[in-house]
């Protein structure tokens, strides 16, 4: 067995940010499947006894537990990356690299719950969900418009970091929920390059473009 067992769902976008960091990294680990529609399971007492807030993902690492997507990739990053490629050690890049990690737990919870609804859910008032999502997308966009007219292809340093890997499954994921990706080009690029990256897997409703 595995020293690392990830709790999650595979449709969850959240899990899938994890899976891409341990597959980044090349780490072996075990997944306990979580019932997490429609079974709620992740709300059950034997996941409430890991992560008390009844929410995905949830990793053990060895006899430590771990909830919540961004801040599994901070330990994953600062355990197995000492050089800080995913993670910089200088304070200034830290700092911007973290500024967005928090985006994406922040700004684009309005997608991920826009995507839930639009798969999981009879309830389709989802609208405003969309209209937070996508100022939140514009935002990223605008960004890495500047990024590319500075010469560079990633969020905040010059290769990919968990700022880039905590924002991509929003957008990637986005037309799940009727977010049309041509509005935003420069993440179109973007993401091309990550699909690139030694590593990189893919899940239902992510696009492969040409």
């Known amino acids: ?31 306990v499947a979580i019932d997490m529609v429609p079974g709620e399971e992740e709300k059950g007492l034997a996941m409430r006894a890991l992560n008390p807030l009844g929410s995905l993902p949830v990793l053990k690492d060895g006899d430590q537990v771990f ?12 355990r197995n990356d000492p050089a800080g490629t995913w993670l910089p050690l200088e304070p200034a890049a830290f700092a911007a690299v973290m500024q967005w990690t928090f ?4 700004a684009l919870s309005s997608a991920i719950e826009a995507r839930r609804l639009a798969l999981f859910s009879q309830e389709r008032d989802f609208y405003a969900l969309r209209r937070e999502a996508r100022h939140a997308l514009r935002i ?28 991509l499954p929003s957008f990637a994921l986005s037309r799940d929920y009727g977010i049309d990706h041509d509005e935003f080009p ?20 992510i696009p492969d473009y040409h």
Not at 15 to 25: E, I, N, P
Not at 67 to 78: E, M
Not at 186 to 203: K, N, Q, S
Request: charged share 20%; hydrophobic share 50%; with cysteine.
């Open 1 to 31: 067995m595995a020293a690392l067992t990830l709790y999650a769902h595979a449709l969850d976008e959240n899990c899938y940010r994890v899976r891409l960091m341990l597959s980044f990294l090349g780490l072996a680990y075990d997944t």
């Open 67 to 78: 909830s919540g997507a961004q801040a599994i990739l901070v330990h994953l990053a600062r």
């Open 103 to 106: 985006f994406s737990a922040t």
């Open 140 to 167: 990223m966009d605008d960004h890495m418009v500047l990024r590319h007219m500075k010469g560079f292809e990633w969020f905040e340093t010059d290769g990919p970091t968990i700022a880039d890997l905590s924002l």
């Open 186 to 205: 420069a993440l179109r690029r973007w993401l091309r390059r990550f699909r690139l990256l030694p590593g990189f897997h893919t899940m239902p409703g």
